[in-house]
């Protein structure tokens, strides 16, 4: 059978191309910002500073600041006093573009040139790399000459980045601790509003009472409520009643912000379920717990572990909450969202280090989203169809 332009084979196959292309769209807004990151993450600050992230497999131009040798180590000859050396030990690169010593204009002179020296004397720097500073006065100070050179620098990946993550002294403490309090904040937060919500899915799937139907209704419109708007009365209602700002009281606020969805989503999935199997539990004399633990439960494990993964993912890369209900001027609650923001304010310069803790921050939530997409695709489809 032939189907014009017009007919329902060509539209659908227009269609199916559609969702091809939209799905393949949002794979790729998602990929390339987290491969730029993990790339960014084992490259150095100068080459994040120089080139982008696509370009980390290859050789390129960037400006290095490096220090000649202090004047202890100066010599004199005849009526010179001289410091030589060499700029490029500390770097990859095999010869120097142009160089300058201002940053104000980092190219100013080319390999070979005479420059003047603040304080007195010149500096020669060569294509090589090394450098002769010469004056007819004792060169003082307490540091070098701060040189900047313009060369071409193979690419480099380390791990210098992950090891002062994980193992410095100086920061392995804060992302550690970071780390294990956003697991003391998530787990619970996930395990408490599941069994809270499964319970009232099964009531409002099976059981009848007088206003089911309104609770219903109340639960759908709470979906729309603005986590925002309720952050301050919460909090006030926290402090009423003495539980103050802790894990306690992110826990339920966690609970309280994630009780709709999961009621929602788990009720629409268990009616969705036989009526047969549950009725037939009932002739049994089966009670209801039995017919929600021993039936309901094993049967509804997709809906379950899809919420399980939404409400974990959620309160894994929590801010806000965290920042309402877990205010610790001694970072012992501080969770790894807000470590990062606090590495953002004291090394805002130092993008590799903030690479690297943004990417260790989304390593669980990737290893949970590869290893538990399947239940994701099930929880988006719970309750559509029947």
Same mark, same amino acid.
């Given at each position: 059978?032939?189907?014009?332009?017009?007919?329902?084979?060509?539209?659908?196959?227009?269609?199916?191309?559609?969702?091809?292309?939209?799905?393949?769209?949002?794979?790729?807004?998602?990929?390339?910002?987290?491969?730029?990151?993990?790339?960014?993450?084992?490259?150095?600050?100068?080459?994040?500073?120089?080139?982008?992230?696509?370009?980390?497999?290859?050789?390129?131009?960037?400006?290095?600041?490096?220090?000649?040798?202090?004047?202890?180590?100066?010599?004199?000859?005849?009526?010179?006093?001289?410091?030589?050396?060499?700029?490029?030990?500390?770097?990859?690169?095999?010869?120097?573009?142009?160089?300058?010593?201002?940053?104000?204009?980092?190219?100013?002179?080319?390999?070979?040139?005479?420059?003047?020296?603040?304080?007195?004397?010149?500096?020669?720097?060569?294509?090589?790399?090394?450098?002769?500073?010469?004056?007819?006065?004792?060169?003082?100070?307490?540091?070098?000459?701060?040189?900047?050179?313009?060369?071409?620098?193979?690419?480099?990946?380390?791990?210098?980045?992950?090891?002062?993550?994980?193992?410095?002294?100086?920061?392995?403490?804060?992302?550690?601790?970071?780390?294990?309090?956003?697991?003391?904040?998530?787990?619970?937060?996930?395990?408490?509003?599941?069994?809270?919500?499964?319970?009232?899915?099964?009531?409002?799937?099976?059981? !009848?009472?007088?206003?089911? #139907?309104?609770? /219903?209704?109340?639960? +759908?419109? =709470? $979906? *729309?409520?603005?986590?925002?708007?309720?952050?301050?009365?919460?909090?006030?209602?926290?402090?009423?009643?003495?539980?103050?700002?802790?894990?306690?009281?992110?826990?339920?606020?966690?609970?309280?912000?994630?009780?709709?969805?999961?009621?929602?989503?788990?009720?629409?999935?268990?009616?969705?379920?036989?009526?047969?199997?549950?009725?037939?539990?009932?002739?049994?004399?089966?009670?209801?717990?039995?017919?929600?633990?021993?039936?309901?439960?094993?049967?509804?494990?997709?809906?379950?572990?899809?919420?399980?993964?939404?409400?974990?993912?959620?309160?894994?890369?929590?801010?806000?909450?965290?920042?309402?209900?877990?205010?610790?001027?001694?970072?012992?609650?501080?969770?790894?969202?807000?470590?990062?923001?606090?590495?953002?304010?004291?090394?805002?310069?130092?993008? !590799?280090?903030?690479?690297? #803790?943004?990417? /260790?921050?989304?390593? +669980?939530? =990737? $290893? *949970?989203?590869?290893?538990?997409?399947?239940?994701?695709?099930?929880?988006?489809?719970?309750?559509?169809?029947?």
């Amino acid at each position: 059978m032939h189907y014009g332009p017009s007919g329902v084979a060509g539209q659908k196959a227009i269609l199916t191309w559609a969702v091809h292309l939209s799905v393949g769209l949002l794979v790729l807004l998602w990929v390339v910002p987290t491969l730029g990151l993990l790339v960014s993450s084992f490259r150095t600050a100068d080459q994040i500073s120089s080139t982008g992230w696509w370009k980390a497999p290859f050789a390129a131009e960037q400006v290095l600041q490096v220090r000649t040798a202090d004047p202890g180590t100066q010599v004199q000859e005849g009526d010179l006093y001289v410091i030589e050396g060499q700029l490029l030990d500390e770097t990859q690169a095999e010869k120097i573009a142009s160089w300058g010593t201002s940053s104000r204009d980092v190219a100013a002179y080319q390999p070979g040139d005479v420059a003047e020296v603040r304080g007195g004397g010149t500096i020669t720097v060569g294509e090589d790399g090394a450098y002769r500073m010469e004056n007819t006065e004792p060169f003082e100070g307490g540091r070098g000459q701060r040189v900047f050179i313009t060369a071409m620098v193979p690419p480099e990946l380390t791990l210098e980045n992950y090891r002062y993550m994980l193992f410095d002294d100086s920061n392995v403490n804060g992302m550690s601790r970071a780390f294990f309090n956003t697991l003391t904040v998530s787990i619970p937060a996930t395990v408490i509003p599941i069994l809270v919500a499964a319970f009232a899915a099964y009531a409002l799937a099976w059981m !009848e009472f007088p206003g089911r #139907a309104l609770l /219903v209704a109340v639960i +759908v419109g =709470l $979906l *729309v409520v603005p986590l925002q708007l309720a952050l301050i009365p919460l909090l006030k209602l926290h402090l009423g009643i003495g539980i103050g700002k802790g894990y306690l009281g992110v826990w339920l606020a966690h609970t309280g912000f994630g009780l709709p969805l999961a009621i929602y989503l788990l009720r629409n999935y268990m009616a969705g379920l036989p009526r047969d199997i549950i009725e037939n539990a009932r002739v049994d004399g089966a009670t209801e717990y039995q017919i929600f633990v021993r039936i309901i439960l094993p049967l509804s494990f997709p809906a379950l572990a899809s919420f399980a993964i939404f409400q974990f993912l959620w309160t894994w890369n929590d801010l806000l909450v965290a920042k309402v209900f877990l205010i610790d001027a001694t970072g012992q609650t501080t969770v790894m969202t807000a470590q990062i923001v606090e590495l953002m304010g004291t090394r805002g310069g130092n993008w !590799e280090i903030l690479a690297t #803790a943004a990417f /260790v921050s989304i390593l +669980v939530p =990737l $290893l *949970v989203f590869f290893f538990m997409q399947k239940y994701l695709v099930r929880g988006l489809l719970a309750g559509s169809v029947k």
